[in-house]
């Protein structure tokens, strides 16, 4: 029988099992975006017996990044500092993907020195971060992008995608998912553009379906995954016909035999917090050819079970992966799971990050 132990082929990739690490921005970086490669590299490789992680969520640009101790992929030392960390996984025996992310309106001003973020057209979302001056803000109205800037914009992911295999990463996921900038286009609520990039659900997903196109061309289908959240509302993103629109871009996504389709979208019956309005996960399998990771509120019994009955391919896993390091090996043996710390989810130590006991070493 298929289960969460079954390899499989994902991309470029045969994966040793199915049990995927969802990324998760955990902060650990320095001044300028770089992550602290040691630390990171202990962490991810503690964590390398995932059939794959997918690592933390990564800005293409300095404009894109909007969330306290993140790091990017724009330049050469941040590059030099993830390829320790790819390094550090592959002496497991792991494969990893990196997560790449603009985040767009949802950038505060206290992070663009006082400039105002970009997104598809100037709708305020909702919410508020803390910022580099240790307050919380808001966020503001945004600047929508020029049409004749949007290459250069796509151009940020294209760009960050050859430095993510620079520096060894086994492929990349482009984030189009939680109200992101990707998202802030696809999403009538957010877009209310009135040229190619606006109005119909075609004109919509043009700026994903763009981007994933010339960075399949950049680095190679195989390499390549994509990441949305059709029915959750994250920074109160919204879209007036979400099963038209996430079905039409599945549908168009067919053409590239990506690594991967991931859905992040909670069960109904999973107990999950995260709103959500509806469950379209079924739905999108039907639409699509190739390999689809489901994500969002996950146990080992419902994970097998979706993979048993071919409703995903991979199962994500979150916050399992926080607190417990061989999360593989605890679902193989039935182990306890160890509960995380909310507290340290985004502070800038090993506390709460590296520290996290395997198994054996706690038995
Ligand atoms: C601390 C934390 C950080 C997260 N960071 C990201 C991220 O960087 N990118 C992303 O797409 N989702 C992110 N998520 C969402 C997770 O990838 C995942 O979708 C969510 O936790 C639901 O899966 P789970 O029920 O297995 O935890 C984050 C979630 C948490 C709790």
């Known amino acids: 029988m298929t289960d969460l132990f079954s390899p499989v082929t994902i991309g470029d990739y045969q994966l040793k099992n199915r049990i995927i690490m969802a990324p998760l921005t955990r902060a650990r970086s320095l001044i300028g975006a770089v992550p602290m490669a040691e630390l990171k590299a202990e962490y991810y490789s503690q964590r390398a017996s995932a059939g794959l992680i997918i690592a ?14 993140t790091s990017g992929m724009w330049n050469d030392e941040q590059q030099a500092a993830w390829a320790k960390v790819t390094r ?6 792991g494969k990893i993907f990196i997560q790449l992310w603009h985040m767009g309106a949802a950038v505060t001003t206290d992070f663009l020195d006082g400039q ?3 997104s598809s057209s100037n709708v305020n ?4 971060i803390r910022t580099p001056t240790g307050r919380k803000q808001a966020l ?3 600047r929508p992008i020029k049409l004749e800037d949007i290459p250069d914009v796509q151009q940020e992911y294209v760009d960050a995608a050859i430095r993510a295999i620079a520096a060894g990463f086994d492929g990349v996921e482009i984030h189009a998912a939680n109200g992101f900038l990707i998202d802030q286009f696809t999403r009538d609520g957010s877009n ?3 040229d190619e990039y606006g109005g119909s659900i075609d004109n919509r997903i043009r700026f994903a379906l763009e981007i994933v196109d010339k960075t399949v061309q950049a680095i190679g289908a195989g390499k390549v995954g994509i990441r949305i959240s059709p029915t959750n509302k994250v920074w109160g993103i919204n879209d ?7 079905s039409r871009l599945v549908e168009k996504l067919n053409g590239f035999n990506l690594a991967y389709l991931h859905v992040l979208e909670p069960k109904p019956d999973s ?10 996960t079924p739905e999108l399998r039907s639409i699509y050819q190739g390999n689809l990771i489901a994500n969002g509120g996950y146990t080992k019994a419902s994970g097998d079970k979706a993979i048993a009955t071919g409703a995903a391919d991979g199962i994500a896993f979150g916050i399992p992966f926080i607190a417990n390091p061989d999360l593989v090996e605890r679902f193989k043996v039935g182990g306890e799971l160890a509960t995380p710390d909310q507290e340290t989810f985004y502070t800038n130590d090993a506390i709460g990050y590296t520290d996290y006991p395997s198994m054996n070493a706690t038995a």
């Open 56 to 69: 933390e969520a990564t800005a293409v640009s300095k404009t894109g990044l909007g969330w306290l101790d």
């Open 88 to 93: 550090a996984v592959h002496d497991k025996n």
């Open 116 to 118: 105002l973020p970009i």
């Open 125 to 128: 979302l909702s919410g508020e």
């Open 140 to 142: 503001s109205e945004p």
């Open 192 to 194: 209310k553009r009135q």
């Open 240 to 246: 007036s016909n979400y099963r038209a629109t996430f």
């Open 271 to 280: 107990g999950h917090p995260m709103e959500t309005i509806d469950y379209l």
